[in-house]
């Protein structure tokens, strides 16, 4: 396509510089010589910059979607891990901890490593906003991985008539803090930085929707599992006693989806070109 056919307004700022991705969308900038008159009665044509907008808006599609299958992960910590902490042994140096307040040593975490993620000397190559939410997800993977390494071992104490200590659990709601600072946090930063001026309430709020479709994700992924596993008298993955099921089978799927929706997301992250501004001088 000849870009010098694409019609730009010389007179509004900021301006992005034209990308060579969704050629198609292009063609709402093309500006003929017998059209710039009537362009300027009738603006039916789009500049350069309006049409760039969209395209981010396309490119942010994929992470925002990644964003789904990894708060779908997440959301065990609100589900899932307060189960497998009810049935273990909530007493810890003979003090009673319930299994829902765990979450709060979840939010202590971020908050300390928020600090001390920012009291770090600057390195020469600081991550970018891109790498930091794919920490994030290989952290939700071994977060995952851990889950299903304690309840294995949660299972193996039950069968020799014993139970852990919920402290068990202190390791996974590390890591999960570890994934939530790299990635939410991150990726609230990352929708304003690229969302067009017009747009960064609406992108930066993607992110809350991503969370919103991920819950329900679970719960389509759990309802799932317990149709298909809990057939012919068995008692599934997840039954109402942990004892007689397998929740450390389902830990090791999300670990594996986890890891697929990892892989996925770095293929995006390394095709994605970020926005360009236009500097006038």
Not at 14 to 34: G, M, V, W
Not at 119 to 141: D, H, N, V
Request: hydrophobic share 45%; aromatic share 14%; with cysteine.
């Amino acid at each position: 396509m000849n870009t010098s056919l694409l019609h730009e307004d010389v007179y509004k700022f900021p301006k992005l510089e034209h990308t060579d991705e969704f050629r198609f969308l292009d063609k709402a900038a093309i500006l003929l010589d017998s059209e710039a008159e009537h362009s300027k009665k009738y603006p039916e044509v789009c500049t350069v910059t309006q049409v760039e907008e969209v395209k981010i808006l396309f490119r942010l599609l994929p992470v925002w979607a990644s964003g789904i299958v990894y708060s779908a992960a997440y959301s065990q910590m609100w589900t899932t891990f307060i189960q497998q902490g009810t049935a273990m042994d909530t007493k810890f140096m003979s003090i009673s901890i319930p299994s829902a307040s765990l979450s709060t040593f979840e939010v202590l975490c971020v908050m300390a490593l928020v600090l001390i993620y920012n009291k770090l000397p600057k390195i020469a190559i600081e991550p970018t906003k891109l790498q930091r939410i794919g920490i994030g997800y290989f952290f939700m993977i071994l977060t995952m991985a851990v889950a299903a390494f304690v309840e294995m071992r949660r299972l193996e104490s039950v069968r020799n008539g014993d139970v852990i200590s919920i402290a068990w659990q202190l390791p996974q709601y590390f890591l999960i803090a570890g994934s939530e600072m790299f990635t939410y946090i991150t990726q609230l930063e990352f929708f304003y930085d690229e969302a067009p001026d017009s747009m960064k309430s609406m992108c930066t709020s993607f992110s809350l929707l991503a969370i919103s479709l991920g819950n329900y994700l679970s719960s389509f992924i759990v309802t799932l599992v317990t149709a298909s596993t809990g057939t012919g008298g068995n008692s599934g993955w997840i039954p109402d006693d942990l004892n007689r099921g397998h929740l450390d089978y389902f830990f090791w799927s999300l670990c594996c989806l986890s890891a697929v929706n990892f892989v996925a997301y770095v293929a995006f992250a390394k095709r994605y070109k970020l926005k360009r501004i236009i500097v006038e001088l």
